[in-house]
């Protein structure tokens, strides 16, 4: 697999051609961000963890037959995907009130969701992401009906797999987000990375706080916090 160039690259992540028109490699970078990007640092190591995390949580989501761009991991920070056209939505999956949620509907932290709650937020830094209904995806034609049913469809099996390994580990899946891709044939899968960056993980038993809120309000070192998830899930496996 040849690596050509560049093809796109984002805030934590570039994309790169191979000599196959199919396939992507991802990088994953040291830069963090929050808030739209108002709050930047590089943290050293950070690529490594979430490139390792995010290809675990590929790995097992394949094996239980999600459908993922996720081929394979192919170095410290690189793994190779299959090319897909992203669905301009971020689907939030959220199993207990963290974040955004609790200032903005002024829910209580920690209220759980039963059954989970899934959001849509509109992928578009300049207007800082809003939150969005269906009915705007479908107005914007963003994505078909169909398309909507299966992500929901999608976002909750991805929560139960990864609710209930983690939990076996001691982690609480407090809350994700998902971004999908269509394949050429129309299909739709899992793209972008699940890590701590785009997941809310609470030790079970500590609460203690081992994802991005890290860096957002300054709960201590991020790479303590990737550390100890990678540590975690590598032994549940
Ligand atoms: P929120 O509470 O800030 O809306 O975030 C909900 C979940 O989505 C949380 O696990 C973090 C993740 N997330 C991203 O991955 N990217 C983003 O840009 C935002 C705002 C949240
Ligand atoms: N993804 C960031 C966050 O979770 C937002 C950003 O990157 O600007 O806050």
Same mark, same amino acid.
Not at 70 to 84: A, G, H, N, W
Not at 187 to 193: F, W
């Given at each position: 697999?040849?690596? #050509?160039?560049?093809?796109?690259?984002? @805030?934590?992540?570039?994309?790169?051609?191979?000599?196959? =028109?199919?396939?992507?490699?991802?990088?994953?970078?040291? =830069?963090?961000?929050?808030?739209?990007?108002?709050?930047?640092?590089?943290?050293?190591?950070?690529?490594?963890?979430?490139?390792?995390?995010?290809? %675990? %949580?590929?790995? #097992?989501?394949? !094996?239980?037959?999600?459908?993922?761009?996720?081929?394979?991991?192919? =170095?410290?920070? +690189?793994?190779?995907?299959?090319?897909?056209?992203?669905?301009?939505? $971020?689907?939030?999956?959220?199993?207990?009130?963290?974040?955004?949620?609790?200032? !903005?509907?002024?829910?209580?932290?920690?209220? +759980?969701?039963?059954?989970?709650?899934?959001?849509?937020?509109?992928?578009?830094?300049? #207007?800082?992401?809003?939150?969005?209904?269906?009915?705007?995806?479908?107005?914007?034609?963003?994505? =078909?009906?169909? +398309?909507?049913? !299966?992500?929901?469809?999608?976002?909750?099996?991805?929560?139960?797999?990864? *609710? !209930?390994?983690?939990?076996?580990?001691?982690?609480?899946?407090?809350?994700? @987000?998902?971004?999908?891709? /269509?394949?050429?044939?129309?299909?739709?899968?899992?793209?972008?990375?699940?890590?701590?960056?785009?997941? /809310?993980?609470?030790?079970?038993?500590?609460?203690?706080?081992?994802?991005?809120? /890290?860096?957002?309000?300054?709960?201590?070192?991020?790479?303590?916090?990737?550390?100890?998830?990678?540590?975690?899930? $590598?032994? *549940?496996?």
């Amino acid at each position: 697999m040849e690596k #050509l160039e560049k093809l796109y690259e984002g @805030k934590a992540k570039v994309l790169y051609k191979t000599d196959d =028109s199919d396939k992507l490699i991802a990088y994953f970078k040291d =830069s963090a961000t929050a808030f739209d990007a108002l709050k930047k640092a590089t943290i050293e190591g950070k690529g490594v963890l979430n490139n390792k995390i995010a290809s %675990f %949580f590929f790995e #097992l989501l394949n !094996r239980e037959g999600i459908p993922t761009h996720f081929i394979k991991q192919i =170095s410290d920070r +690189e793994m190779l995907v299959y090319r897909v056209e992203i669905i301009p939505v $971020e689907v939030v999956v959220r199993n207990i009130a963290a974040g955004s949620i609790v200032k !903005r509907l002024g829910i209580k932290e920690k209220t +759980e969701f039963k059954p989970p709650l899934i959001e849509f937020y509109l992928k578009n830094d300049e #207007l800082h992401d809003p939150i969005i209904c269906k009915e705007h995806v479908l107005a914007m034609k963003l994505a =078909s009906e169909d +398309e909507i049913e !299966r992500m929901k469809e999608l976002a909750l099996k991805v929560n139960e797999i990864l *609710g !209930r390994f983690l939990k076996e580990q001691g982690i609480l899946l407090v809350d994700f @987000k998902l971004e999908f891709g /269509r394949r050429p044939d129309g299909s739709i899968v899992v793209a972008d990375e699940i890590s701590p960056d785009t997941c /809310r993980l609470w030790d079970e038993k500590t609460g203690e706080r081992l994802d991005k809120d /890290r860096f957002r309000f300054d709960l201590g070192d991020l790479i303590e916090g990737y550390m100890k998830v990678l540590k975690k899930i $590598e032994k *549940g496996e």
